[in-house]
């Protein structure tokens, strides 16, 4: 029942917070920028500027699915950033080039988060597997894996979950600093359209945020647990 509690109230934050970002994304996007960039000219600007001439931008479908890939060194940006003229389009834009340039400086926090992603998968699969089996396996799961051990398999997972997450954050942090810093001082914006940037990249991040404490909450939550019943 705890962690059905815990569920709801971190879900609740999650789609207000989304929703926010999309409201957000969605009022500055009606705004057209005043250099007439488009997204994928804001990141090729970007890229060239430091020097990164082995990253390429694509477009990519849907909405917010924007993302940097560093195994094929693509930056994908989603059709309406892509294709926008807008302040939300430049930020986006910026903030996943961002993400290129941490690449080829070797930023610290993003290779650690890179070698971690392997074992954040192997979690997600061990943790699916859990679940599912405890529904529908019930008492035959249960029968074959103590309590206690099974609750130290989640305990397990929801670190490597939670660490990922909090190390997540200062990437997603760094890659908006850097991409605010440069459009202000190429001129890429104007004084306003720095704010309406600054300010959608603000609820991005809050996204990355609320993810990050809803696995630290859970992951306290099975540990509390795990000691109650060695009580």
């Known amino acids: 029942m705890g962690i059905l509690v815990i569920g709801i109230i971190f879900m609740i934050l ?20 005043a ?27 849907g909405s917010l699915t924007d993302h940097y890939n560093p195994a094929n060194r693509t930056v994908n940006l989603s059709e309406p950033v892509y294709f926008g003229r807008n302040a939300a ?3 986006v834009a910026a903030h996943e080039c961002g993400h290129a340039v941490q690449h080829a400086t070797a930023y610290s926090f993003l290779e650690l988060r890179t070698a971690l992603v392997p074992l954040q998968n192997a979690s997600g699969k061990i943790l699916n597997f859990i679940v599912l089996a405890s529904i529908f396996g019930g ?13 130290l398999a989640i305990i397990g997972v929801y670190t490597v979950l939670t660490l990922f997450s909090f190390i997540t954050l200062p ?8 991409a605010l810093q ?10 306003q359209e720095h704010y309406m940037a600054k300010d959608a990249l603000k609820w991005a991040a809050l996204t990355y945020v609320v993810a990050a ?15 109650g019943s060695r009580d």
């Open 139 to 151: 008492f035959f799961f249960f029968s074959v894996f103590p309590y206690d051990l099974v609750l």
């Open 213 to 227: 404490l809803g696995s630290l909450v859970t992951l306290l939550y099975y540990v509390s647990l795990f000691m």
């Open 171 to 178: 990437v997603e942090i760094d890659a908006s600093k850097r």
């Open 35 to 61: 250099s007439n960039l488009s997204g994928k000219e804001v990141a090729e600007q970007m890229l060239a500027d430091n020097r990164i001439y082995d990253v390429t931008v694509n477009s990519h479908p």
């Open 14 to 33: 999650s789609f207000a917070i989304s929703s926010r970002l999309k409201s957000k994304f969605k009022k500055y996007s009606q705004i057209s920028l």
């Open 89 to 91: 389009s430049a930020a």
């Open 182 to 191: 440069w459009i202000e001082r190429k001129g890429i914006v104007t004084s």
